[in-house]
């Protein structure tokens, strides 16, 4: 059986491969990459972690069923809007107020990770 939670990490991280693809393509037309800082984050942790702990999800339902897999979700899906967010506001905008957003978003998209990896340890089996 398919994981719900799995299949909706998978969809949300292919709406950030999308944004960070633009988000590219914008940069590199007009030449201003102010925003480097926050491409990058878009595709490594809003497109490329969330689509492999999606997949992961997916194939391996004993972790997708566990109570962590939710917490990593909403965790990982609060904490990561924020940083973005707050990078943008800092590196393409310079203000400095955002970086305590970021730091607040980094702390929480961690902390995703971190419950993640604690799943992985407790119900990933071997076949």
Not at 5 to 27: D, E, F, P, Q, R
Not at 36 to 43: K, L, P, Q
Not at 107 to 118: A, D, E, G
Request: glycine content about 12%; some cysteine; charged content about 10%.
């Amino acid at each position: 059986m398919k994981s719900r939670l799995g299949v909706t990490l998978v969809k949300i991280a292919s709406i950030y491969m999308l944004i960070g693809l633009v988000a590219g393509l914008i940069m590199g037309l007009s030449g201003n990459h102010a925003l480097a800082t926050v491409h990058s984050h878009i595709g490594l942790l809003g497109w490329t972690t969330m689509v492999i702990t999606g997949l992961v999800y997916i194939a391996k339902p004993r972790c997708a069923d566990s109570k962590l897999s939710s917490l990593y979700f909403w965790l990982h899906n609060i904490g990561l809007p924020i940083m973005i967010f707050s990078l943008a506001l800092y590196y393409g905008y310079g203000n400095a107020q955002a970086e305590k957003g970021v730091g607040i978003g980094s702390i929480i998209v961690l902390l995703s990770l971190f419950v993640f990896t604690i799943n992985i340890f407790r119900n990933l089996e071997s076949d």
